[in-house]
């Protein structure tokens, strides 16, 4: 499995890439997740890419493109990959292009998650998320089965991320039709997407993704 989820802020692109995961054992690669942890350990990195995160605006090509070919040419990296918050730019996805090309690997697809424009403010300002595993909840469309405990890791640290109020999501927003919208026609035209209504209850997404691999 090697695919790349694309979709707004909020669309469930971090939902559905944790249940693939799981189920095929691949690895999800969220730039976001790296970047949060990033900030939390102080990196250099982390102490970058802050400033850009709290105003809901994307993080430099340059870091980002470095962060993820360290990612792929490290001798550990699986197969079977995710990649979730990646590429966010035309400029982002020319370089994965090059790096999957100079390294012989390719795509299978693009999964664009599709969700309506007053959905996804819902989402995200009701999100929590597990502060050890990274696995996203909603206060009423995802709770976890147990209050307060991550269903994935048991950890029970669940925290309301920075950039989910009202205020940034609608910059993140902005961002994202400026500025990683254009991917979908990116890969349409090389005919590598498949869209999914992710405006569907959680478990319909899923299966309409799992239609995809069989
Ligand atoms: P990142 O962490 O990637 O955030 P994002 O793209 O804004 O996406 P989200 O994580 O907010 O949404 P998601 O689609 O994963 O939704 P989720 O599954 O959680 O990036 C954060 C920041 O880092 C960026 O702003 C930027 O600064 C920087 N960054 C990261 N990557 C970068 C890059 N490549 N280049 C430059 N900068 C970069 O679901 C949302 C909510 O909805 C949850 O509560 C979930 O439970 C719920 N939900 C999910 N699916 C459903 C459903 N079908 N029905 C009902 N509820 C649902």
Same mark, same amino acid.
């Given at each position: 499995?090697?695919?790349?989820?694309?979709?707004?802020?909020g669309?469930?692109?971090?939902?559905?890439?944790?249940?693939?995961?799981?189920?095929?054992?691949?690895?999800?690669?969220?730039?976001?997740?790296?970047?949060?942890?990033?900030?939390?350990?102080?990196?250099?990195?982390?102490?970058?890419?802050k400033?850009?995160?709290?105003?809901?605006?994307?993080?430099?090509?340059?870091?980002?493109?470095?962060?993820?070919?360290?990612?792929?040419?490290?001798?550990?990296?699986?197969?079977?990959?995710?990649?979730?918050?990646?590429?966010?730019?035309?400029?982002?996805?020319?370089?994965?292009?090059?790096?999957?090309?100079?390294?012989?690997?390719?795509?299978?697809?693009?999964?664009?998650?599709?969700?309506?424009?007053?959905?996804?403010?819902?989402?995200?300002?009701?999100?929590?998320?597990?502060?050890?595993?990274?696995?996203?909840?909603?206060?009423?469309?995802?709770?976890?089965?147990?209050?307060?405990?991550?269903?994935?890791?048991?950890?029970?640290?669940?925290?309301?991320?920075?950039?989910?109020?009202?205020?940034?999501?609608?910059?993140?927003?902005?961002?994202?039709? *400026?500025?990683?919208? +254009? &991917?979908i =026609?990116?890969?349409?035209?090389?005919? !590598? %997407?498949?869209k999914? *209504?992710?405006?569907? +209850? &959680?478990? =319909?997404?899923?299966?309409?993704?799992? !239609? %995809?691999?069989?």
């Amino acid at each position: 499995m090697k695919i790349i989820f694309l979709g707004a802020p909020g669309a469930g692109k971090g939902t559905q890439a944790k249940i693939l995961e799981k189920k095929y054992n691949a690895l999800q690669v969220s730039t976001g997740d790296i970047l949060r942890k990033s900030i939390e350990e102080k990196t250099p990195l982390g102490l970058k890419a802050k400033e850009f995160m709290d105003q809901g605006k994307l993080v430099t090509d340059d870091l980002i493109i470095g962060l993820i070919k360290d990612k792929f040419t490290s001798k550990d990296f699986p197969e079977n990959w995710i990649m979730d918050g990646f590429p966010r730019t035309v400029a982002q996805a020319e370089a994965f292009d090059d790096l999957l090309a100079s390294i012989n690997l390719e795509l299978d697809c693009v999964i664009e998650v599709d969700v309506n424009r007053d959905v996804l403010v819902k989402r995200l300002t009701g999100r929590r998320v597990c502060k050890k595993c990274q696995a996203p909840y909603h206060v009423n469309f995802n709770p976890p089965k147990k209050e307060g405990v991550c269903d994935y890791c048991g950890d029970n640290n669940i925290y309301q991320r920075s950039d989910d109020t009202e205020e940034v999501v609608v910059n993140r927003l902005k961002v994202y039709d *400026d500025q990683t919208a +254009p &991917l979908i =026609e990116y890969y349409s035209s090389k005919k !590598l %997407l498949h869209k999914i *209504d992710g405006d569907l +209850p &959680l478990e =319909e997404v899923s299966k309409k993704i799992e !239609l %995809l691999f069989q």
